[in-house]
């Protein structure tokens, strides 16, 4: 039901996407401890209010986006491509 | 007394201006022959016809009739047949009559007029609210849930039935108005006059809501007359109107889903269609409807909303009672009371305030108005024959009118997460805070200031503040300039002669409690049946907050909402917990805002059409072939071929004797191309792909970050820079996803690239002892010596003048060779395999033979947490430095930790194969435990005994250990054993 703005395709419905998680984790270098790795693989910032999440235009251009979003108001503030 | 009946216009009132006297409709209720007009609704029909019985209420089978006149009807449900649709749940009160269709009374045992249920009514005091939680205890509730279950429902789905079929249709519109009364249709014409795209949505058959039978002037009209003019304006503006259309709910970024009805047979099953709306902003006009007054006995038939009685009145020219009391907490019912009397009844007119303007006017008119007073109870049982006041007086009555207040429909504006908030000055929940696109404007806004006060006139409306406010208001909403909104009207403006009064005079104050408590039985809830008494009961238990009092009470959750009932309820928990309604607040109102049949929903997505399969281009070949097919996933493929018993066997013993052939195209086909492509891949995959040659195949494995097997698949190398990846069948997608997600998260875009291929081309593997002669016969251009086309290589040839590529990899332990062709030659390559000897095998034959050589199902004989390590893959653990998905999860204590599941055969030792999902069973300490379960098990005609493969505890350390097994109540033994059974040398593939 909602619309997100591809930065490729333009304003789509949300059925077209598929959620991604949270944009920005730095997957840890190899050496890395397992409580880093534990938080890398589960901790999610679960965040009520504006989010930075991946979303994959899945029935569009394929592209990986990040949407800036509100969790509560579902109010699209930003996209952007994932990959420049 | 006589009743409901159909009047004629001998006054010349211009009554009954909905119906079409000329044309004549048949239809039956409850096995009577009746008759209607066209424009007649199934309720004022039955009306018309003398019908005060309807149905029977929900929990105590109370005799119930026609309450209200619109979509907020709790007691008129009706089965409803006609053509192809059945509706076991229609609200008479908005259904068009047609010709021809049959209704019966719901919810009552035998008819509404003899429900053999009828009895439940004396045991009231027994099923309270809750009473399910309290009694039917022992021994187990269950032994009584059926037979409540089966008395509690309204109505009985047929099987038979059939679905709307009718595909969703979407709109983009500028302008969305939802609701065609004066506001709104003033909104759509300013929309549609400043250019924008505009969808006006209105549930009536015709708009101009209440201006449609209240009494209202608007620039210089008649308000119904002003309503035709705007309609025709509106179409020549190119507004597209939606009339039966409720909009019934709003989502995120200003989405409206709309239910049109009416719909002729031959377009929908069921006369209905969903819509999805996208609107760039959406007026709110949705207007409000009237709630009862709470007095003894409220809920029998005869007693009506007062707006209702009026609409049967002016619409239908149905007159619902000869001898009326309206009873009243403001000004609108007055107009009621002078229509009623010019129809011929006898009015009197009982008014809760201790003074109104309306009141000398109406003694004027013969209307006898008792002031300050109210209705005690109702006297009757069948259906009202009077009312008893609060003063003592008994009134003679065959219809009791009823009007405690307005209640704006707000319920859109909730779903947008607007805030109501309670507004004292007119008794009623309107609008808080503003939503973004969306405007909420009319009898929907409630009313915020105090007009001024102008001579006394009969026929307001319930409008904003005013009926020019309602306009302006629409005006301003549609995209009109404030200060001129009627500017562009093509009527020449003229004051209205409305009264303008102060609006709690014509919305009515808070609801009248005085008659509500101790033992008397008052409804609030008609359609689950709840009384003031449930309330006080909930109360009582401390179910205090409004949430638990719905709940508990289950007030406001039947079909209708509590349209008619919410405020009341609200009303007797704040004075019940000395808090002011405004404290108590509200639930939440969610969609749908009316019931919407599932069939409208699903559309054409039924049957087939709701999981369609995937089918293989040579489908029509095997269907020849006497293929039987299965799904597997979403795709339809041949599960084995002819119909004995023993067909999965021969086909075995065909493929490891002589030469097999195997429809492999659905296989995965993912090119991934450029300079960086084994770069990706060894990303990827946990093997290592960068190492393979040009010309090779290597199996290969890909986790996911949490180290278990994601998928495997055969990677071949055309080219330094040119790979194909195979995968799991119904995988694909999910393998192309994956491979995009990391491509563009590390590597450069312009250096490597995915291309799906798989469904350009076609696969047949052919396997077997004899399958290089097969092969040979193809004629294919290629070198088929081992030297120059081993075991893991591929070349390429032509098929009929095409590309064609052999790769030797093999599924089944034997020789094998796939051939990819283009897509469309799946047919010719198919046939010329079987012409040159090759026998037909399914997926339930590959299933056998890859068990036999213990070649794994990703997903089957994996499960969530298997990793290389555990099915003896451990090797590029060790060996790789480099990073690769799920590399750093092989290296956690849980990965490392003694008594992981691990891959092992399983020989049983009976003649029956262990059952997948069986349990090998250790006992320690004399407490048994499950040590892991079987994944695979068939007979294996190789062999000539059953196998099964298995995730078992320190498997590996367990070779030669014979254990029990326990499986659904049944017992077995096998033996743990090394997982490949048969050529673990695997000679067979060079054979």
Redesign the interface.
């Known amino acids: 039901m909602q619309i997100f703005p591809c930065p490729f395709c333009g304003p789509r419905a949300d059925r077209e996407f598929r959620y991604g998680g949270d944009a920005g984790k730095q997957r840890p270098p190899r050496d890395c401890s397992d409580a880093e790795w534990a938080r890398y693989r589960y901790q999610r910032a679960n965040t009520k209010g504006v989010a930075r999440e991946l979303w994959l235009h899945a029935d569009g251009c394929a592209r990986w986006i990040e949407i800036e979003r509100d969790t509560t108001t579902h109010e699209v503030i930003a996209t952007r491509p994932l990959a420049p | 007394m006589s009743g409901p009946q159909r009047i004629g216009d001998s006054n010349g009132n211009g009554i009954g201006r909905d119906i079409d006297r000329s044309r004549r409709l048949n239809f039956s209720f409850d096995g009577r022959e009746m008759t209607g007009f066209a424009g007649d609704t199934i309720a004022s029909a039955l009306l018309a016809n003398g019908v005060r019985l309807v149905g029977r209420s929900f929990k105590y089978h109370r005799p119930r009739g026609v309450f209200s006149a619109g979509g907020e009807e709790p007691n008129a449900i009706v089965d409803l047949r006609h053509a192809l649709r059945h509706d076991p749940n229609a609200r008479a009160t908005i259904e068009p009559l047609l010709d021809a269709m049959t209704i019966h009374s719901t919810h009552a045992h035998g008819s509404a007029q003899r429900d053999t249920f009828s009895f439940l009514d004396r045991f009231a005091s027994f099923i309270p609210a809750g009473f399910y939680y309290k009694t039917f205890m022992w021994p187990r509730f269950r032994l009584y849930e059926d037979m409540i279950r089966a008395l509690a429902g309204i109505g009985r789905i047929d099987a038979s039935s059939r679905a709307a079929q009718t595909q969703q249709q979407f709109l983009n519109v500028e302008l969305c108005v939802i609701g065609g009364g004066p506001a709104g249709l003033t909104a759509a014409l300013a929309g549609a006059r400043s250019g924008k795209s505009v969808l006006l949505v209105d549930d009536q058959v015709q708009p101009g809501g209440s201006l449609r039978w209240r009494d209202a002037r608007l620039d210089g009209l008649p308000g119904i007359e002003w309503a035709a003019t705007r309609g025709t304006e509106l179409s020549a503006a190119g507004v597209r109107i939606m009339s039966q259309t409720t909009a019934v709910g709003l ?3 200003n ?1 409206v889903v709309l239910v049109e009805k009416g719909l002729p047979p031959a377009q929908s099953a069921n006369g209905e269609r969903l819509w999805q709306v ?1 609107a760039r902003n959406i007026v709110l006009a949705s207007g409000a409807i009237e709630r009862p007054l709470l007095f003894e006995n409220n809920d029998r038939p005869g007693v009506m909303l007062c707006d209702a009685v009026l609409r049967y009145l002016r619409s239908y020219s149905v007159r619902c009672g000869e001898r009326v009391a309206v009873a009243t907490s403001n000004d609108s019912a007055y107009e009621v009371a002078h229509e009623l009397i010019a129809a011929g009844a006898r009015c009197v007119i009982v008014d809760s305030r201790a003074h109104s303007d309306h009141a000398l006017p109406a003694r004027d008119a013969g209307i006898e108005v008792h002031q300050g007073d109210s209705i005690d109870s109702a006297i009757g049982r069948g259906q009202v024959e009077g009312a008893r006041l609060a003063s003592g007086t008994t009134v003679e009555a065959d219809l009791i009118a009823v009007s405690g207040g307005w209640t704006p429909l707000i319920h859109l504006y909730c779903h947008a ?1 607007g805030k109501p908030r309670w507004d004292d000055a007119i008794a009623a929940l309107v609008p808080g805070d503003s939503v973004a696109g969306l405007e909420v404007v009319g009898a929907a806004n409630g009313g915020r200031s105090r007009p001024s006060m102008a001579s006394a006139a009969l026929g307001l409306l319930p409008g904003a503040r005013t009926l020019d406010e309602a306009v302006e208001q629409g005006a301003c909403a549609g995209g009109a300039a404030p200060s001129n909104p009627r500017a562009q009207s093509a009527v020449e403006p003229q004051p209205s002669d409305l009264s303008l009064l102060q609006s709690t005079d014509y919305w009515g104050g808070p609801p009248n409690l005085t008659a509500a408590g101790g033992k008397r039985r008052i409804w609030v809830d008609l359609q689950h049946d709840v009384t003031t008494k449930d309330i006080e009961l909930a109360v009582r238990e401390n179910f205090a907050s409004v949430e638990h009092l719905k709940r508990y009470t289950t007030l406001g959750m039947a079909t209708d909402q509590g349209k008619t009932s919410n405020v009341n309820g609200l009303a007797i928990l704040a004075a019940q917990t000395g808090r002011g309604i405004d404290a108590v607040g509200v639930t939440t109102f969610r969609p749908p805002f009316v019931p919407v049949s599932m069939a409208t929903i699903a559309g054409k997505a039924l049957g087939e059409l709701q999981a369609p399969v995937r089918r293989l281009v040579a489908e029509n070949v095997h269907r020849e072939e006497g293929a039987y097919f299965r799904e597997y996933g979403d795709l339809l493929r041949p599960a084995w071929y002819g119909r004995t018993a023993d067909a999965v066997t021969d086909e075995c013993r065909i493929a490891r004797s002589a030469a097999a052939v195997f429809d492999a195209s659905s296989l995965g086909k993912i090119e991934v191309i450029g300079p960086q492509a084994a770069a990706l891949l060894d990303f990827v995959f946990y093997t290592r792909m960068s190492t393979l040659a040009p010309g090779r195949l290597r199996y290969g494995l890909a986790l996911a ?2 180290g278990a097997i994601w998928d495997d698949g055969v990677v071949l190398r055309l080219a330094p820079d040119h790979f194909v990846v195979s995968c799991s069948s119904g995988h694909v997608a999910a393998m192309v ?1 994956h491979l ?2 990391w491509r ?2 590390r590597f450069d ?1 312009t250096k490597v690239f995915i291309h799906d291929a798989s469904a350009h081309w076609a696969t047949m593997a052919v396997s077997g002892p004899q399958s290089r002669g097969v092969i040979a016969a193809l004629d294919l251009g290629i070198a088929l010596d081992d030297v120059q086309l081993p075991h893991m290589a591929a070349c390429a040839g032509t098929f009929v003048g095409r590309t064609a590529r052999v790769a030797r990899v093999s599924f089944t332990g034997e020789r094998c060779y796939e051939i990819s062709v283009p897509a469309r030659l799946a047919a010719d390559l198919w046939r010329k395999a079987r012409a040159a000897g090759a026998e037909p095998i399914g997926v339930e034959t590959l299933g056998v033979l890859r068990a036999e050589k213990g070649y794994i199902f990703v997903g089957q004989d994996t499960d969530s947490e298997t990793m290389p390590h555990d099915i003896g893959m451990g090797a590029s653990r060790d060996k790789r430095k480099d ?1 690769y998905v799920g ?3 092989l290296f ?2 849980f990965a490392k930790r003694e008594g992981r599941k691990q891959l092992v055969g399983i020989a049983a030792s009976g003649n029956q194969p262990i059952p997948v999902g069986a349990h090998p069973v250790t006992v320690t300490n004399g407490k048994r435990r499950s040590i892991g379960y079987v994944t695979s098990s068939c007979f294996s005609p190789a062999l000539n005994r059953p196998i099964a493969l298995g995730l078992v505890e320190d498997g590996r350390r367990r070779l030669g250990e014979k254990l029990d097994f326990e499986h659904l109540g049944m017992r077995y033994t096998g033996t743990i054993v090394g997982s490949c059974f048969l050529d673990i040398a695997g000679a067979r593939l060079h054979a």
């Open positions: 989502y995120d970024h989405a996208r997460r970050e949490s996803a995009e997600e563009q998260d875009l990073g590399d750093r999860s956690t204590p």
